[in-house]
Nanobody, 125 residues
Framework: QLQASGGGVVRTGDSLRLSCVASRGVFSKYVMGWFRQAPGKEREFVATINWSGDTTAYGDSVKGRFTISRENVKATVYLQMNNLKPEDTGLYYC????????????????????WGQGTQVTVSS
């Protein structure tokens, strides 16, 4: 089970850090990801991180502004979001995947097994 938190209402240029805590399973085995969904739009890939934290990948729209990280001892994955823009507004979900051993990161929502409930991020101009 995944519990995301840290969302809020901020202004353009502000920062937020999202957290997602896993309460079941062996957290260190999972590839973790963040996705977001704005009203009327499809779920969008934001970032992903492999089990050890040394491999990451980002969606084009957030590269250079967002950073994903994890602390396996705390069963927590983070998303540091800097220089936020109005187009970053949406419901942010964390997700966990158990891909084949040779797959380091996962960008496709359908490949994730478990999803958190989402935390709302609203960026005003």
């Amino acid at each position: 089970q995944l519990q995301a938190s840290g969302g809020g209402v901020v202004r353009t240029g502000d920062s937020l850090r999202l957290s997602c805590v896993a309460s079941r399973g062996v957290f260190s085995k999972y590839v973790m990801g963040w996705f977001r969904q704005a009203p009327g739009k499809e779920r969008e890939f934001v970032a992903t991180i492999n089990w050890s934290g040394d491999t990451t990948a980002y969606g084009d729209s957030v590269k250079g502004r967002f950073t994903i990280s994890r602390e396996n001892v705390k069963a927590t994955v983070y998303l540091q979001m800097n220089n936020l823009k109005p187009e970053d507004t949406g419901l942010y979900y964390c997700a966990a995947a158990l891909p084949p051993w040779h797959v380091a990161v996962v960008r496709t929502p359908s490949e994730y097994d478990d999803w958190g409930q989402g935390t709302q991020v609203t960026v005003s101009s």
